[in-house]
Structure formats: C-alpha cells, structure tokens
C-alpha cells in the first residue's frame, strides 16, 4: 500500500540517520569500519533503556545465577557485536570478497557437497548467532550457492536497502508468507538449497524447549526434510575473538524421524551455541524468550 505523504516524510526521517552511517562507514577501511560500528553498538545497548532491558531480560531468563556485573558486560557485547555484524550485512556487497577472514569445517559440509553433486536439494538451518551471513557467502564460494527467507520490512526505503544487501549472499530471496514458502518449495524440489534462520517466535510452531524455555518453533523445515528426503544440516558462524575472523561449524546432520523430535534437536544444538558464548546471539528480537516474566534486576 502506497505511503501517504506524512508517513513517507516519517519513514525517511526513520532511515535517514541509518544511510548518513553507512555512506561515512564505505569510506572507511574495512577493519575501522569494524571498530566504528562495534563501538556505536556499545553506545545505543547503553543509552536505550527499551533495547537495553530486551537484552537484559532475556540473559536473565537464561541464566539466572549470572551476577549483575557479568549481565551488564554480555549486553554491552551484544550491542557491539550485533551492530557489527548487521553493518556487515547492509553492505554485503563489499563483506563477500572477505573471503580470508572466513574459515570452515565440519561433517555437515561433504553431507552438503555430496547433496550438490548429486543434484539433490538440502535445508541449511542456523540462528541469529555470530556472523550467519557469512554462512551463505562460504556456500557460494564453493558453488552451492543458497536462497534465504527474510521478513519485509515496514520502512520502504530499509526494505529496498536490506533486500539489496542479502542478495549479494546467494539467490533466491524470498519474502515470508504462503507465496514464499511454495517458491521455497520448488528450488528445494529442483536441488536448490535454502538457509533457515530458524531461532524466532512462531505464531503457527510447536511448543519445544528452547533455551530452557518453552518456545512456539517452526516445525517447517524438519517437515520440509522430512517429506522431500533433504539434509537438514545445522551450520553456525562464530565470530573470533578479533572480532573480523568467522570460523563456520558444519554440524552433523539431523536425523531423520518426526518433525517435533527434529525440531528439538536444532534447538538443542542453538541453544548450545548460545550457552558458550551468549553475547554473540541476536537478544533484541522477537524470540520466545519476550514472552516470559520479567525478574526485578531487569529494570537496571
């Protein structure tokens, strides 16, 4: 639906400061890019009590015996290495040649090669952990280049930008919704892979433990693996302590059984990943962990 003039004035305003970063960031040398966003992370975790008390309530959810001091540290971490990784996204374009800082192993990555030479289709499941889109770029270097599902965005001019940005990591993008999922669908069908981001609230998922937590999770791709005979591979990127290198983690691939029992699984390999090194994961969104009961300290 077309914006009406306020709202248009209103969404360019919203995204105004957003583009006014990423032009100054282009002109700075990729490892300072680095350092600028990793700080300017720091600063809005600390300055905005709404996203500052989103982190804090979902550490304090996960781990309840952490001392308030050990909080403060992780959320202010979170805020860096989200607002690095999300800069690193938004100019994708220019994060793909990156090739050095990325390495990879793991058993799931010939389980993924052997799906490729063979024609066959596979499902790449992971979280908002680390550096995900670097995941996509490692495929693609080694020609297995794979599709992703991504939310539209309310802000129109965001929307054109991100959409932009997350097709430098592989094709094809598809919208969520009854559309995207049959185009999902029909790739996988015909051999293509597709990554799942798979660690948000599902209004229509099962309730499975997650991080402790009953969570609604989409069943969706242990359905999909289940029905199409596909791999469903979990694969994570961790950022190193430098805060550039991405070492990627091939896991094991999931067995096949029923969708539930499939599903806990993925949660139980994210929510390992996350227990090690919780300031890595993406706190600031929409994941089960909104929905529970806020302890005293959250207010902090």
Known sequence: MPLDQKSYLFRLFEFFPIQIVLIFGRLLPFWLRGKMFGLLGKLIISYMPKARNRVRKGLNTVFPDLSEKKIN???????????LTLSELLMNDDYKKRKELISADGEGFEV??????????AIVVSAHFGQWEAIRHHLADNDMQTGAVYRKNNNPFYERLFLRAIKYGGLPIIARGKKGNIAMIRHLKKGGFFALLVDQDSHSGKP???????????????????????????????????????KIEYEKPIIHSD??????????????RIEKNPEQWYWLHNSCLLYTSPSPRDRG
């Not at 540290?73 to 607002?83: C, S």
């Open 259 to 272: 969708a539930v029992t499939m599903t806990n699984e993925i949660n139980k390999r994210i929510s390992a």
């Open 112 to 121: 993924l090669k052997k799906a490729k030479l063979n024609n066959r289709g």
């Open 73 to 83: 540290l992780i959320t202010k971490e979170v805020g860096r290495n989200t607002a």
């Open 208 to 246: 499975i433990k997650f991080l402790g937590q009953v969570a609604r999770t989409t069943t969706a791709p242990a359905e999909m693996a289940i029905r199409y005979d596909l791999p469903l591979v979990p694969v994570f990127a961790t950022r190193q302590p430098n805060g550039q290198n991405i």
